[in-house]
């Protein structure tokens, strides 16, 4: 799978993003041109109140970032030789149209047609699923018209029994379904490496899935140093906050796994600088400093390692280095499977890297993966997605084009399993500090106007997104 292209020097989020707020501004120019004609017009009061109305309306319904249509289609290619199913819908009960062997494991996905009701334009529209004594609700985007793809993973029971039963809320189904059948071997069999570009990565991607690998390592590339305004509060100057945050996160990358059993060996933060991988992959030999943290040595995020690396001689920030510490490591754990970033879905920039230096740190090693997967932590196209409550399945994403093929793997998580992962998420320090003020009177305007719901485990929004019933990964072909 290749990232998408766009136009130099802008990913494609940077994009979408500028012309939103462009969108934005002029919608904003033209609604006070239009509330200076009121009060000139009218009254001089009403176009503070409208202005107050209009602000509380777009918190509560207009505030997504959004970037397609919800009348698009998403336009998934499955591989060629994937298995489909016929089913229809008989009433709001799917029907198996020809027999199926399932043991229950299975990645299973519906696509449906959907429409919203206008009570869908303000409130989520979702799809409920019941049967067996399960039940699921997955949302979609207000306003949806067209094709969605329903996760199924974990519904065999019900779906073999011809109980389980599809009821659209705020929207409506039509049109004929169609079932696909994934099968995967069971990945927690395996040596399993995660890559995450970040602390925090490892637990919102893959927590069910490394929490349960016969065997697990954990490699963080950088230290998520920048951004510590939470740490400038506390009395510390910019650079020194940085390097407190740097620590912290480094210190979590290699503890919060142990919560899952995994063997402190097994967990290796590289101590890199956030932010700066595409400056070091643009100059392989070139150090690359922390951006905030007033520092050219990773050593210092390095300290809690028990391995030594080849990055540890002399602490660069290079490219080279990364790639050298990769391959170390993956000559070292020899992981059947490896878990890293997608980049066609994730926008992050050192998401897009992570990948790429695993790729190219994997060229030439005499022992390779059998499988990689990879994982979205962010969205180019919807900053909601997963769309939802917290506890909730997690619907295929927004995917508009047609130029790569898809093979998703979807794994379980049960309620203990999704608790023990958002506990492993509240020991994160990133995640930790409250939302800013205009987020959390958002958030309020939200849940009393447009029926959204937080999460009972955290005010961070990762709280909502990743503590699921599934675990969303897409195969690589080697």
């Not at 529209?125 to 949806?144: C, I, K, M, N, T």
């Not at 996760?151 to 409506?172: D, K």
């Not at 927690?188 to 697990?216: F, K, N």
């Not at 023990?420 to 509240?426: F, H, R, T, Y």
Request: proline share 7%.
């Amino acid at each position: 799978m290749q990232p998408r292209a766009g136009i130099p020097g802008l990913s494609r989020k940077q994009q979408l993003l500028k012309r939103h707020r462009r969108n934005k501004r002029l919608g904003l120019l033209l609604g006070l041109v239009l509330l200076l004609a009121i009060g000139m017009l009218v009254a001089w009061w009403l176009p503070l109140l409208l202005a107050v109305l209009g602000w509380m309306a777009h918190e509560a319904w207009f505030a997504d970032h959004l970037f397609y249509s919800p009348s698009e289609d998403y336009q998934y290619r499955f591989p060629e030789d994937s298995e489909q199913v016929k089913v229809r819908l008989d009433d709001d009960r799917l029907v198996l149209e020809q027999p199926l062997s399932l043991q229950g494991d299975e990645t299973l996905v519906l696509s449906v047609q959907l429409r919203s009701s206008w009570l869908g334009r303000f409130l989520d529209p979702a799809v409920e699923l019941s049967g067996g004594g399960q039940s699921d609700r997955q949302a979609f985007e207000r306003g949806v018209k067209g094709k969605r793809y329903l996760n199924l993973t974990g519904l065999a029971g019900p779906l073999l029994e011809g109980s389980l039963r599809l009821r659209g809320r705020f929207c409506r189904l039509f049109g004929e379904p169609t079932l696909w059948v994934f099968r995967h071997p069971d990945y927690r069999q395996q040596r399993v490496m995660v890559i995450a570009p970040h602390a925090d990565d490892a637990e919102l991607a893959a927590y069910g899935l490394y929490s349960q690998a016969a065997e697990t390592w954990i490699v963080t590339l950088t230290a998520g140093e920048i951004e510590a305004e939470h740490y400038q509060q506390m009395g510390l100057p910019p650079a020194e906050a940085a390097r407190m945050k740097g620590r912290l996160r480094a210190w979590d990358s290699q503890t919060v796994p142990r919560w899952a059993g995994v063997p402190e060996a097994h967990c290796v933060q590289l101590g890199y600088f956030c932010l700066q991988l595409p400056a070091m992959q643009a100059m392989p030999d070139q150090p690359i400093p922390s951006r905030e943290a007033d520092l050219g040595d990773t050593r210092l995020f390095r300290q809690f390692n028990t391995l030594t690396l080849p990055g540890d001689a002399d602490g660069a920030p290079t490219w080279n280095n990364l790639l050298a510490d990769l391959r170390a490591l993956l000559s070292l754990a020899r992981p059947q499977v490896v878990v890293m970033p997608q980049p066609s879905l994730d926008p992050h920039p050192d998401h897009i890297c992570a990948q790429q230096a695993v790729l190219q740190a994997l060229q030439g090693l005499p022992c390779q993966p059998e499988t990689l997967l990879s994982y979205a932590n962010h969205l180019h196209d919807n900053d909601r997605w997963p769309m939802g409550d917290s506890g909730a399945g997690v619907a295929l994403p927004p995917v508009l084009e047609t130029e790569q093929t898809w093979l998703p793997y979807c794994l379980s998580l049960d309620l203990a399993q999704q608790r023990d992962k958002a506990m492993a998420l509240g020991m994160m320090h990133d995640l930790q500090p409250r939302p800013p003020l205009k987020r959390r009177v958002r958030r309020v305007l939200q849940r009393v106007l447009a029926g959204r719901q937080g999460s009972v485990y955290g005010e961070n929004e990762f709280f909502r997104k990743a503590v699921r019933r599934h675990e969303m990964f897409w195969r690589i072909d080697v």
